[in-house]
């Protein structure tokens, strides 16, 4: 019997964000998510902490639908994977829920954290790599002056973008895997109106 592809992303609810908003759970998460599949005592030795503490959270990723047991174990011995390649949210979902939109605000500010690590991580070796690569790769950015219509229409695109280049590379040699984020913020932080 073929296994059905997994969905790509993942729509978090207010129950998902606020198991994701954890230091060990997210990082567990962005582990298989770039590494692939993996047991606790692989990701337990990858993050530095113990296996009790990675199988705990590694459940109350699964239980929201973050994380699946490939089913490829033996024993006691899973083999965790990454339930899809992404998640999104609705930041103003959670508003009216203290807990969630707390969580989220804690998981958003993480993220940050992540991607500024993973930049820099970068900095630190882009002269070991080839030309071709580092011209295309780093940092760059843009100003827009948008409605919120128009910014929504300029996310819908780059998504399309994005989903036709997810794994256009594969089984290529050439390709690496490479993370893009996109961070939307405005210039002026006066709220609309009070300006």
Do not use: C
Request: aromatic share 6%; hydrophobic share 40%; net charge negative.
């Amino acid at each position: 019997m073929e296994t059905p592809e997994r969905p790509v992303g993942m729509r978090l609810d207010e129950r998902a964000v606020r198991v994701l908003a954890h230091p060990l759970r997210s990082r567990l998460l962005s582990e298989l998510r770039v590494h692939g599949p993996a047991t606790a005592t692989q990701l337990a030795a990858a993050l530095s902490t113990n296996t009790g503490a990675t199988s705990y959270h590694l459940r109350a990723l699964e239980d929201v639908g973050l994380v699946a047991d490939t089913g490829e174990g033996a024993g006691k011995r899973r083999i965790w994977r990454a339930s899809t390649d992404y998640h999104s949210w609705s930041n103003s979902a959670f508003a009216d829920d203290e807990d969630a939109h707390t969580a989220l605000g804690w998981l958003r500010r993480d993220y940050v954290r992540q991607f500024a690590a993973r930049a820099e991580r970068w900095l630190d070796v882009e002269a070991s790599w080839p030309a071709a690569w580092v011209d295309r790769l780093g940092l760059d950015d843009a100003l827009l002056t948008v409605t919120p219509d128009q910014l929504a229409a300029f996310h819908d695109e780059i998504d399309v973008l994005t989903e036709k280049y997810r794994r256009l590379g594969d089984g290529d040699p050439a390709a690496r895997r490479v993370h893009v984020a996109v961070q939307v913020t405005p210039i002026d932080l006066d709220p609309p109106g009070e300006s």
